[in-house]
């Protein structure tokens, strides 16, 4: 799935990146695929990986311009969640960089 869609994926399904997979509700599952999928068309369709929706004009200009503001966590460690304020916290997981809110995935 790729380091930044499973990092972008979590959080805007507020899911926890530590709950095993097997405790995770089935309906979150087909959610995350869904939203996956949904994902992936953008990418297709604008050759970024851009994971934010409903911006308006000018920030989806921005965010097609620069990664740093196309995405909710991935490599923001330290900055302030663009939901709640809290900062993104960045620690390894499975090898890789993960990126997520304490207090939205909760
Ligand atoms: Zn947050």
Known sequence: IGNV??????????QNPHTPGKQ???DT???L???WVHLLRIGVETGQ???MDDLDEESYRRAMAKREDR????KREGLPC???GTHIVMEELGGRKLYWCPKDQK
């Open 71 to 74: 995405h909710w966590v991935y």
């Open 82 to 84: 663009r939901v709640c």
């Open 33 to 35: 695929w869904r939203d």
């Open 5 to 14: 869609y499973r990092a972008e994926l979590l959080f805007r399904a507020r």
């Open 29 to 31: 599952v087909r959610a």
């Open 49 to 51: 990986m851009m994971t």
């Open 24 to 26: 995770v509700p089935e």
